[in-house]
C-alpha cells in the first residue's frame, strides 16, 4: 500500500522542479510561465529507508524491494480557481483525486523567476490557495444538499448521515476553518472520507528556499512554520534546485555535496517522513534469502489485514504472524538468532503490527 500526495501550489513557485527531483525523471516539464504543466504528471517513488537495507544484508537477500508512493504534479492554481479561472476546473478535479496535499511555497527571491501575484509571501500564498478550496468546497456543499433533500423527506439513513457531515463541514467552512478542522468521530470516518472535500485533505506545507537556505532556513520558512503550527499542519524546507541536482548524481558524489551543504539527508527522506506522519503510516518487512521487502500500512492496522496488504488469501486464511522487532533482528543478527533468543513473538488476529515489525504470516489455502 501506497499512498498518492498531490504537489500543489500557485505557478512558478518550483512544484515541477521538485518534481523532476523526486521522481528522477523529466517527465515534468520545468519553465517560467504559467500552466507548463497541463496534465497531472504521475511519478512513483521508492521510500529511502536504511533499515530495509540493513535487514537485506544480514538475510543475504538477492533482490530489495523497497515501499512505494505516489507523487501527482497538479497544475498551477491562480486566485478565482473555484469559478474555472485559469485551469481552476481541472485543478479541483485532480486534487480530489489523492490522499494528502504537498503544497509548495516560494520561500527565496528570485528576479529571474516571476510570480504570478508579483510578489514573494508564502502565507498569503498558501492563504490564496485555502481560500480557493474552501469556496468550491462551499460550492458542492451547497449543491450535495439540495441534492439531499428528498432521500431526507424518506428517511433514507445514509442521507440522515452525509447531511449531519455535510452541514458541520459547512460551518466550518462559514467560520473560515478548512473541514479538516471538524472534529470525526471514528464510526463517522469512511462516510466523512466518501464526501472528497477538498479542505479536509492533509496538508504538508513545502518551503522551496534558495540553495543557502536550505540547511536553516529563512525568515519566510519561520513564518510558514508558525502558519503550520497554527493549523496543526506539517512542513518541511527543502530547495528544490539542489534536490535536482542530486538526483541526476551517484549516491556517492550525492552525499558529498549534500556534505559540503551541511545537509544530512536529501530532502526527499524529509519529505517522505513528513508525509507518513501526517497520514499515520507505518513500514513492515518481510526478510528472506529471495528478497527483503518493505510494506506500507496505516498505523492502527491488525496482523490480517496487513497480511492483505501482501495477498488477499493471506488475510482471508490468516491463522498467526511470527514477529521480530527491527531493533532486535539486528542486533542479534537475523531471524534464527532472534528466535533462540526468544525475540520472535507469535501474534493473532488482534496484534497491531508495530512500525519496523519484520513479519511471517501462516495462513490456510
Request: proline letters at 3%; one cysteine or more; aromatic letters at 6%.
Amino acid at each position: 500500500m501506497g499512498f498518492r500526495m498531490g504537489i500543489v501550489g500557485l505557478p512558478n513557485v518550483g512544484k515541477s522542479t521538485l518534481f523532476n527531483a523526486l521522481t528522477r525523471t523529466a517527465a515534468a516539464q520545468a519553465a517560467n510561465f504559467p500552466f507548463c504543466t497541463i496534465e497531472p504528471n504521475v511519478g512513483e517513488v521508492a521510500v529511502p529507508d536504511a533499515r530495509l537495507d540493513t535487514l537485506a544484508g544480514i538475510a543475504g537477500s538477492r533482490q530489495i524491494i523497497p515501499a512505494r508512493m505516489t507523487f501527482v504534479d497538479i497544475a498551477g492554481l491562480v486566485r478565482g480557481a473555484s469559478k474555472g479561472e485559469g485551469l481552476g476546473n481541472q485543478f479541483l478535479a485532480n486534487i480530489r483525486e489523492v490522499d494528502a496535499i504537498a503544497h509548495v511555497l516560494r520561500c527565496f527571491e528570485d528576479d529571474d523567476v516571476t510570480h504570478v501575484e508579483g510578489r514573494i509571501d508564502p502565507v498569503a500564498d498558501a492563504e490564496t490557495i485555502e481560500t480557493e478550496l474552501m469556496l468550491a468546497d462551499l460550492d458542492s456543499i451547497e449543491r450535495r444538499l439540495a441534492n439531499l433533500s428528498r432521500k431526507l423527506r424518506g428517511g433514507d439513513a445514509e442521507a440522515l448521515v452525509q447531511d449531519r457531515l455535510l452541514r458541520a463541514a459547512l460551518a466550518a467552512l462559514e467560520d473560515g476553518r478548512p473541514a479538516r478542522s471538524v472534529t470525526i468521530a471514528e464510526e463517522d470516518a469512511k462516510a466523512w472520507a466518501m464526501l472528497q472535500l477538498l479542505t479536509a485533505k492533509p496538508v504538508l506545507y513545502v518551503c522551496n528556499v534558495e540553495e543557502s537556505s536550505a540547511a536553516t532556513g529563512n525568515s519566510q520558512t519561520a513564518r510558514v512554520a508558525e502558519m503550520a503550527v497554527q493549523q496543526g499542519a506539517g512542513h518541511v524546507v527543502i530547495s528544490a534546485r539542489i534536490e535536482e541536482e542530486i538526483s541526476q548524481l551517484d549516491p556517492e558524489d550525492a552525499e558529498l555535496f549534500l556534505s559540503e551543504l551541511g545537509l544530512e539527508e536529501a530532502g526527499l527522506s524529509r519529505l517522505i517522513r513528513a508525509g507518513y506522519d501526517l497520514l499515520g503510516l507505518r513500514t513492515f518487512f518481510t526478510v528472506g534469502p529471495k528478497e527483503a521487502r518493505a510494506w506500507t500500512i496505516r498505523a492502527g492496522t491488525r496482523a490480517p489485514q496487513a497480511a492483505g496488504v501482501i495477498h488477499g488469501d493471506f488475510e482471508r486464511g490468516f491463522i498467526r504472524a511470527e514477529t521480530i522487532a527491527c531493533d532486535d533482528y539486528v542486533t542479534l543478527g537475523g531471524e534464527a538468532p532472534a528466535r533462540e533468543a526468544g525475540r520472535l513473538r507469535i501474534e493473532g488476529k488482534g496484534y497491531e503490527v508495530a512500525d519496523g515489525d519484520v513479519l511471517h504470516f501462516l495462513f490456510n489455502a
